[in-house]
């Protein structure tokens, strides 16, 4: 799944899109978290300002749990925010101006997505990611132009509300 990676040139342009069309209308993931937690976990980065960062002053935004640094398959962190990066660039593709509707590229995001989603199970310690990449996914039924009818999109946001209920914040 890491091999498909876009290149960190892309994931800009692509977080950047999504940002500008889509967080708009649903804030499911903020700006700090992308560029201080999921963009250093794809690309296994530092995170920017590391070694003077006050991490005090960045927002919670995990689910407690440290993501790895080494890309651990067997860490649910790791895999959940893998799985919000790709529906992050899944949401960005597919609200694109430049790209066709029902784009190639945005279908590919959203089946690694769903794909990194499902290695560790949602029901199992239910991560923020996990949560927020559910509801990133229902937003790209909803934007993609794959179907005119709404009801996968729907079912799949009230799944991601649901399974919200259980994730435990400290």
């Not at 500008?20 to 976990?41: D, K, M």
């Amino acid at each position: 799944v890491e091999a498909r990676l876009p290149s960190y040139e892309r994931a800009h342009v692509l977080v950047e899109t999504s940002l500008t069309h889509i967080a708009w209308f649903s804030r499911i993931v903020t700006r700090e978290q992308i560029v201080y937690e999921i963009l250093p976990t794809a690309y296994k980065l530092d995170p920017p300002g590391a070694g003077n960062i006050n991490r005090s002053d960045v927002p919670a935004t995990s689910s407690g749990a440290e993501g790895t640094q080494d890309g651990d398959c067997n860490d649910t962190t790791y895999l959940h925010r893998l799985a919000l990066f790709f529906a992050i660039m899944a949401c960005g593709a597919a609200v694109q101006m430049s790209l066709p509707a029902n784009s190639n590229e945005a279908a590919r995001y959203n089946s690694l997505a769903r794909i990194c989603v499902s290695l560790r199970s949602v029901f199992q310690g239910t991560t923020l990611e996990s949560v927020q990449t559910v509801m990133l996914l229902a937003q790209y039924q909803f934007s993609s132009c794959q179907t005119l009818v709404f009801e996968p999109g729907w079912k799949t946001l009230i799944f991601a509300m649901t399974l919200g209920l259980s994730v435990s914040r400290v």
